[in-house]
């Protein structure tokens, strides 16, 4: 069998687990069959677990286009791609505040970046980390919390029961969906989320597909704060 049929047959067992566990998922699942759960990623440079935590510290609240505006003006202060922490550490720290990044969020990479260069951190054994265990020593570092990780997670390291419920856009998302009368507070998002398992991502993926395609979203049933 090969990668890409591996990739369709689990991608079959998900979407089919995913409708089975939760009806309103279903008719979001049913409402896309050509969605494809990784197209967004192919508009993204090419992110090793470094690349994909700088990625998400940028976006630290900011818009997605603001994102990616400074992405790209940090790729260009390096030569059109994402630094290696030693290139990052090599770099005035003043030429990254003109890329757009905040002193704050220049402090996070730039200690980030240190741990990884110094040994404290070693890349290849973070990524075989649970994630449990990953967010853990990722979230020592000031300035990286448990929605910079989990981005992390599924962009370089391509978990797979990876939820965001910190995510506006997510939390937006099924406010629409599962059509609540508010925004629905964090552990409201993981409730929902608990029975996705252990497919978290997909779904998640999903959900931040009729985000960005709210004229898509199919009806579904009224959840309210009472």
Excluded: C
Excluded at 49 to 55: D, N, Q, R, S
Excluded at 144 to 156: D, R, Y
Aim: no cysteine.
């Amino acid at each position: 069998m090969t990668e890409e049929s591996s990739r369709a047959a689990w991608l079959r067992q998900a979407r089919s687990y995913l409708r089975d566990a939760d009806p309103v998922l279903a008719r979001l699942i049913d409402d896309r069959p050509e969605f494809d759960p990784t197209a967004w990623m192919a508009q993204l440079p090419p992110m090793d677990l470094y690349g994909a935590l700088l990625f998400q510290v940028t976006g630290q609240q900011l818009s997605v286009p603001a994102t990616r505006r400074t992405l790209a003006r940090i790729e260009a202060l390096f030569g059109g791609h994402l630094p290696a922490p030693a290139e990052l550490l090599g770099v005035d720290p003043g030429q990254l505040r003109a890329a757009g990044l905040s002193w704050r969020k220049i402090s996070t990479l730039r200690d980030l970046a240190g741990r990884l260069s110094d040994g404290r951190l070693n890349p290849d054994v973070l990524s075989r980390l649970p994630d449990d265990e990953l967010m853990a020593k990722l979230t020592a570092i000031p300035g990286i919390g448990p929605w910079t990780v989990q981005g992390a997670l599924i962009i370089a390291l391509q978990r797979e029961d990876v939820v965001l419920p910190g995510d506006l856009a997510l939390r937006k998302a099924v406010q629409a969906v599962y059509q609540f009368d508010h925004l629905p507070a964090q552990q409201e998002v993981l409730a929902i989320a608990d029975k996705w398992r252990p497919y978290r991502s997909l779904a998640t993926s999903y959900l931040f597909s009729a985000a960005y395609e709210p004229a898509e979203a199919p009806p579904a049933t009224r959840h309210s704060s009472a």
